[in-house]
């Protein structure tokens, strides 16, 4: 069971291939949350203590969650909850299959504790993971904790056309998650971000909600924010969005934007085309949470996402507004430690700084 702990975190796998690493770790921890064993031996290791918050009307079991990407194929749910994470978001899904764009296409910059990858929503389709997830689910393979799908646009379809596409995902997957994040903010399909333009927005938001409406269950949607918009245009997109009966905001998704490079490898990830994620990420998501809360006076929740990679940075999020967390590329840099490491602190936090429950915390610094 060396096995997990050699997965992240492992100076040997920073030396090989980024991707490779992650397809390595994938396939370990698939096999090691599909087994009884392996799960109470993941749960002795990393269990992380209860900071419970109830948010969407569900009880998590502490603010933070997997960040989508990082399961791209719904493969190791099981793993995620043993590793400690309270929720988790496989994806991104799209409606057809698709190889994503040709490798290399994730990089790692150590010194900045960042990564840059444009995969490109590689991923089987929602067909494909609809069955698989099916499978699990009369297997009694599916975890305790909340899911979310995280889907994306099919490559193919053209945003003329997104509403259907998307609607058609979430038709598909409609029994296989408990949440929905649109993603329309991934820099790695060409013309994604466009769909945050308010006539693309309001036609796949229009069509998400018919599938709601057919289905007849409130199944919270989520909208995956890009740091890279002006503030005045996120205030925008989260006003057509709230009109449109969106549930939740998540911020953010990558950047297009590059740090100084520190050194000659990062000057070769930060030159590489794609989305950086990771520690310098960590200021822009802050403010574009805080945007949020103020555009929606708190009115519904936030996950805080991109370079949280410690008890401060978590704590920082929950105090501008954000009600749960994700992170993906401090598991990549600090191992699953960090992920009872962060909800102890957040514990801590919650008790030094004198409230009864973390949702108190949520949004504290504008008050
Ligand atoms: C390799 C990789 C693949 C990703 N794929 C997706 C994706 O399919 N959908 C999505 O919404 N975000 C995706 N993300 C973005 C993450 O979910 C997250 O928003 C971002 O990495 C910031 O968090 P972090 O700084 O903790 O990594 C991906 C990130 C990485 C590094």
Request: charged share 20%; aromatic share 8%; net charge positive.
């Amino acid at each position: 069971m060396g096995a997990a702990w050699t997965l992240f975190g492992n100076p040997a796998l920073r030396l090989i291939d980024s991707e490779r690493a992650h397809s390595l770790s994938m396939r370990a921890l698939k096999s090691i949350g599909e087994s009884n064993v392996g799960q109470s031996v993941l749960n002795s290791l990393y269990k992380a203590p209860e900071v419970p918050i109830e948010v969407f009307g569900k009880l998590f079991h502490h603010p933070l969650g997997l960040a989508a990407g990082f399961d791209k194929g719904a493969e190791a749910l099981l793993a995620w909850s043993a590793m400690g994470f309270s929720w988790c978001e496989y994806g991104g899904v799209t409606r057809f299959p698709q190889e994503g764009n040709p490798k290399p296409r994730m990089f790692r910059a150590n010194k900045h504790r960042a990564l840059v990858n444009r995969m490109g929503f590689n991923n089987p389709g929602a067909s494909e993971i609809r069955k698989r997830l099916a499978d699990r689910k009369s297997s009694n393979l599916w975890p305790n904790n909340p899911v979310a799908a995280n889907i994306g646009r099919s490559k193919k379809v053209p945003n003329e056309h997104a509403g259907d596409d998307y609607a058609s995902t979430i038709d598909l997957l409609w029994d296989h998650a408990d949440m929905f994040v649109l993603n329309i903010s991934s820099p790695n399909t060409p013309g994604l971000r466009d769909l945050q333009d308010r006539d693309y927005l309001e036609s796949i938001l229009k069509s998400c909600n018919s599938v709601r409406s057919k289905k007849g269950d409130e199944k919270p949607y989520l909208l995956k924010l890009s740091p890279d918009a002006l503030d005045d245009e996120i205030r925008g997109t989260i006003s057509i969005a709230q009109r449109l009966g969106i549930d939740g905001i998540v911020a953010t998704n990558t950047t297009i934007k590059r740090p100084i490079p520190l050194t000659t490898q990062s000057r070769k990830a930060f030159s590489s085309e794609g989305g950086l994620s990771g520690r310098p990420l960590q200021s822009r998501s802050l403010e574009v949470i805080n945007t949020a809360y103020d555009e929606t006076n708190g009115k519904i929740p936030i996950v805080g996402v991109g370079g949280i990679d410690s008890k401060d940075s978590a704590w920082e999020a929950i105090i501008s507004g954000a009600s749960l967390l994700q992170l993906y590329s401090a598991l990549v840099f600090n191992g699953p430690t960090i992920v009872s490491s962060i909800v102890k602190g957040l514990k801590g936090r919650v008790r030094e700084s004198g409230f009864s429950s973390i949702s108190e915390a949520v949004g504290y610094k504008h008050i």
